[in-house]
């Protein structure tokens, strides 16, 4: 039995290379990344982490130093997911799907890595081990981009070789929204799948109009339309039109997963492994998601997903995220035929160029 030895957490706060806006949350200017490095008592060690959109960072390291640190100090690291329910009560009172899902997620993943070391297993085969390649889409964040600068984003996306394109809409008038989804539909033809999201900036009815006005530029899916916790209210949305429905980024808890299965009428579901639990969630999602017939795709962390998606079959998609975490690794993501290719290492397959990682993040 091999217990763990010691916690270690680093918080970085990278900037990006322009200020990248959606519909609720305001100017992105940095991303946050929360690293976590989990030693054993047989020296074998990994890493896991989370993310955040530039905001809430030092109150998940706190947590993860001051809270999961001296919880899990001692205990047998080959029983993940009895750690991660522990975690999940232990903290519940004060952080029930909040910053607790965050900093769990991150000590999740790198028992994780350490699970895929022990057993010589990529993430892609503990994962289902369906296929190493998924779909790839870039989701731009680019609400406030000109029609022309979208355009030139987009065209930058076709030049990766992607199968699929996502755009931010929810500016104050809908017909502009409408134009976007025009004008982009118009550039990349009819084999590029073209997704939408709307950070739940808008009300039942408007989203409901919106997506009837989807319909004619064959849409794949319209994304988080309405606020996450309003769970029936995406079963009312989703009778609307004929436009599939996707969320999962703001669910954190299996809980709010299983409201989403019951009520939501999704067709793509899209959990974080760094925020709702770690890889042990998300696979949970990934089996209810099977048993109920609904599509599993990710957010964010393209890098780590890369793996989770894949192991569920190839053709499901990934984000190809803004928030460019894959650069600051030795392995950015590899992308063929339009396809995104696993890594094939033991453990979750992301090792951090840590270096990098230092040159790069903001001192303050
Ligand atoms: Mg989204």
Not at 48 to 73: E, H, Q
Not at 215 to 230: A, G, T
């Amino acid at each position: 039995m091999s217990k763990i030895k010691s916690v270690t957490s680093k918080i970085y706060r990278i900037p990006l290379s322009e200020p990248l806006m959606d519909a609720k949350h305001g100017n992105h200017t940095h991303f946050e990344l929360i690293t976590v490095r989990v030693i054993l008592n047989n020296g074998l060690e990994g890493t896991g982490y989370t993310y955040t959109g530039g905001r809430g960072g030092s109150a998940i390291k706190a947590m993860i130093d001051n809270d999961i640190v001296p919880f899990v100090l001692g205990k047998n690291s080959t029983t993940v997911e009895d750690i991660n329910d522990e975690l999940q009560w232990y903290l519940h009172y004060v952080g029930r799907g909040g910053i607790s899902s965050f900093a769990i997620s991150a000590v999740d993943i790198a028992l994780w890595d350490i699970r895929g070391k022990t057993l010589n297993q990529p993430l892609s085969n503990m994962s289902g081990g369906v296929n190493t390649k998924c779909l790839a889409y870039c989701g731009g964040i680019d609400l406030n981009f000109s029609l022309p600068k979208l355009l030139n984003n987009i065209r930058g996306y076709l030049a990766l070789g992607v199968k699929g394109v996502k755009i931010k809409i929810g500016r104050d008038q809908l017909e502009d929204d409408i134009e976007r989804i025009r004008q982009v539909r118009n550039l990349i033809g009819p084999n590029i799948s073209l997704m939408v999201d709307a950070n739940y900036s808008m009300n039942i009815t408007r989203a409901i109009k919106a997506a009837k006005l989807f319909e004619q530029y064959d849409v794949l899916w319209f994304e988080e339309p309405i606020e996450p916790d309003n769970f029936s209210g995406y079963g009312t949305v989703s009778k609307g039109s004929s436009v599939a429905l996707a969320m999962g980024e703001n669910l954190h808890t299996m809980r709010e997963f299983e409201h989403a299965f019951e009520l939501s009428k999704l067709s793509f579901i899209q959990p974080d492994a760094s925020n709702c639990g770690g890889i042990t969630c998300w696979l949970k999602v990934a089996k209810k998601a099977k048993e109920k017939n609904i599509n599993i795709s990710s957010h964010g962390m393209q890098e780590l997903h890369v793996s989770l998606v894949s192991g569920q079959g190839s053709k499901n998609w990934i984000e190809i995220h803004s928030f460019p975490i894959d650069q600051y690794t030795l392995r950015p993501l590899q992308l063929n035929n339009g396809f995104a290719i696993a890594p094939d290492t033991p453990g979750i397959g992301v090792e951090f160029d840590w270096e990098k990682l230092e040159d790069a993040a903001d001192r303050n």
